[in-house]
């Protein structure tokens, strides 16, 4: 059973870094395309982060995080991070990591198929 377990969420002033970790057991994220994605209250649910995890496998960002957050991946751990920094208080959310297909775009929930339970970030002004 595939299962996906996220990890390195809490509470930081705006400014802060959080690494969050994906970790995935019996799927490999290799060749697939991996993402991540994040839901505040009241808001739908978006894309922040997404790359396909072959060879020459492309990354995605949302205009709204690039060049503070980075996507990257462990394959030895089957492990997908997001590092992010300089974090706002826009970006308090739960973030939820996921597994699938690029289908629609790295930043479309339409090709993941495997979706973890989330963990929330929190930043404070």
């Known amino acids: 059973q595939v299962q996906l377990m996220e990890s390195g969420g809490g509470s930081v002033q705006a400014g802060g870094s959080l690494r969050l970790s994906c970790a995935i057991t019996?799927?490999?994220?290799?060749?697939?395309?991996m993402g991540w994605f994040r839901q505040a209250p009241g808001k739908e649910r978006e894309g922040v982060a997404g790359?396909?995890?072959?060879?020459?496998?492309?990354?995605s960002y949302a205009d709204s995080v690039k060049g503070r957050f980075t996507i990257s991946q462990d394959n030895a751990k089957n492990t997908l991070y997001l590092q992010m920094t300089s974090l706002k208080p826009e970006d308090t959310a739960m973030y939820y990591c996921?597994?699938?297909?690029?289908?629609?775009?790295?930043?479309?929930?339409?090709?993941?198929?495997?979706w973890g339970q989330g963990t929330q970030v929190t930043v404070s002004s």
């Open positions: 996921a597994a699938g297909s690029c289908v629609g775009g790295r930043l479309s929930e339409r090709g993941y198929k495997f």
């Open positions: 019996a799927y490999t994220i290799s060749g697939y395309c």
């Open positions: 790359r396909f995890s072959g060879g020459g496998g492309g990354t």
